[in-house]
């Protein structure tokens, strides 16, 4: 079901569905009427999707939930981290390998630690089948590059997705309050899946993708943030009908 769920959603972002469509017009490409309606709609995707007012208008329902959090932590607080890949590359640190997403996540994560006192860090995500290392791991090297003490890190490196991350934490922690960092784009249904669970969550997003630019800028840059909120809503989707069905 995990694998089925992952390709499955692949094939509502952006470039995969261009390419269907794309493939789709060929197919059809004698019925001229057809064949053209196939390609305004891909034209129109790409234009809508790579723009910074398409994708602002896709992030802003998401990331606008919550805001950044500055509250003070009290003594022996958690925070967590949720993982986001990282590339294996020999003899780099381990900060380097972490994915810009994964690095602006511990990156808060450190910060919300400085809000308390005596905090533990926890960091999550397992190899992704092509890594020969858990993406725990490598969190939790990055993290002690930057200065947290081991003894102050917790890891769940089996962790696949958020769901078995409030699988993990819920093992860990039961009801305790601690304070979850992810990106903000993410935060919406990390939310949700962390209180479905029972677990006293507070947020504190990060990675903020929306930005501000010319109307008539298209670039990659928008695509990805394009693809980041389809993703996110396709996620709620999928778990607002697991749970409420």
């Given amino acids: ?11 509502f972002m952006p470039v995969p569905l ?9 197919l059809v490409i004698r019925n001229r009427k057809l064949a053209k309606s196939f390609l305004l709609i891909a034209a129109g ?9 398409g994708s602002n208008a896709l992030l802003a329902p998401l990331e606008n939930q919550y805001s950044v959090n500055n509250e003070p932590l009290g003594s022996g607080c958690l925070v967590m981290v949720l993982g986001s890949g990282h590339d294996e590359v020999e003899n780099q640190p381990a900060v380097q390998q972490l994915s810009n997403t994964a690095l602006a996540r511990l990156s808060e ?11 533990q860090l926890v960091v999550s995500g397992w190899s992704g089948g092509i890594n020969t290392r858990a993406h725990a791991d490598v969190m939790f090297d990055a993290a002690v590059e930057l200065g947290v003490s081991p003894s102050a890190i917790i890891k769940f490196p089996l962790a696949k997705d958020t769901i078995e991350e409030a699988q993990f934490m819920q ?3 039961a009801d305790a309050p601690f304070r979850l960092v992810t990106s903000a784009s993410h935060m919406p249904r990390s939310m949700a ?20 630019t010319y109307w008539w800028y298209f670039d990659a ?12 809503y396709l996620g709620l989707l999928w778990f607002k009908f697991k749970h409420e069905n």
């Avoid at 469509?21 to 060929?26: D, H, P, Q, R, S």
């Avoid at 994560?109 to 905090?119: V, Y």
Wanted: net charge positive.
């Fill in 221 to 232: 840059r928008s695509l990805l943030s394009s693809q980041r909120a389809i993703h996110e």
């Fill in 171 to 173: 093992w860990e922690v």
């Fill in 18 to 26: 261009l390419i269907i469509l794309i493939a789709v017009t060929y």
């Fill in 45 to 53: 995707m790409i234009l809508v999707l790579s723009s910074s007012m």
């Fill in 109 to 119: 994560g450190i910060r919300q630690l400085s809000l308390g006192q005596d905090c």
């Fill in 193 to 212: 899946i962390f209180e479905n669970a029972g677990l006293n969550a507070t947020a504190a997003p990060t990675d903020f993708a929306q930005r501000k």
């Fill in 1 to 11: 079901m995990f694998w089925l769920k992952k390709i499955v959603s692949q094939l």
